[in-house]
């Protein structure tokens, strides 16, 4: 697919089955997640994927989480199905690096760049994907149990598989809207 094609037309999917990407088409979908502007080469970011028995790992630790959180039952209850929304699902993380000059918030900007690079790597591929996040995304209890530092933050949770349909073309911003010139 031509680039400019893929980043004028892209849509996230939410329908998604099996196949997700694996070998070949997986390392380039990761391999372009390392290949964002990256201040000072820093890579403050980690890929953590979850596909298989790694869904029902995810979506325990995410059922632990909404428990120690206090949230009501049917929360509880829907966490661990969460992650079988789509038969991949990348946690996207921030990991800081200490830097004199690379704040917090840039790293973070970074890792947020490579989850969607990432997605338009799939899409590029054939396969489909959401950029999802919720209030487990900012969770210190799942952080931890990821082996997360206090410094660390989850920038998203990245679904990827196969459409099962065909998102609708989104209706075009008006570039009168979002742009003014100086
Ligand atoms: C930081 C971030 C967090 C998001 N979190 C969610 C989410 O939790 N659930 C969801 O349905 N969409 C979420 N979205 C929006 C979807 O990724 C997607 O952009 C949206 O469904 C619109 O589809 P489109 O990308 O094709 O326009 C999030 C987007 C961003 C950038």
Redesign the pocket.
């Known amino acids: 697919m031509d680039a400019l094609e893929l980043l004028l037309t ?5 329908a998604l089955a099996a196949p997700a990407p694996t070998g070949e088409a997986l390392d380039a979908i990761l391999t372009a997640g390392t290949r964002v502007p990256d201040f000072k080469h820093l890579h403050p970011y980690e890929f953590l994927i979850a596909s298989g028995a790694g869904l029902d790992r995810l979506g325990a630790l995410m059922t632990e989480a909404a428990r120690k959180a206090g949230k009501p039952d049917e929360v509880i209850e829907r966490c661990a199905r969460l992650p079988h929304r789509a038969p991949l699902v990348i946690v996207v993380v921030a990991r800081h690096k200490p830097h004199e000059v690379v704040t917090v918030f840039e790293q973070q900007l970074c890792a ?1 760049a490579a ?2 690079a990432m ?1 338009m790597a799939a899409v590029a591929q054939g396969f489909g994907g ?5 209030w487990l ?1 900012v969770d210190r209890t799942l952080h931890a149990a990821l082996d997360l530092g206090d410094q660390d933050q989850i ?3 990245l679904y990827l598989g196969t459409p099962t349909t065909a ?1 609708a073309p ?1 209706p075009a911003v008006p570039l009168d809207a979002v742009v003014r010139s100086l």
Do not use: D
């Open positions: 892209r849509r996230s999917c939410a947020g989850l969607h997605q959401i950029w999802r996040s919720g995304m920038v998203g949770f998102p989104r």
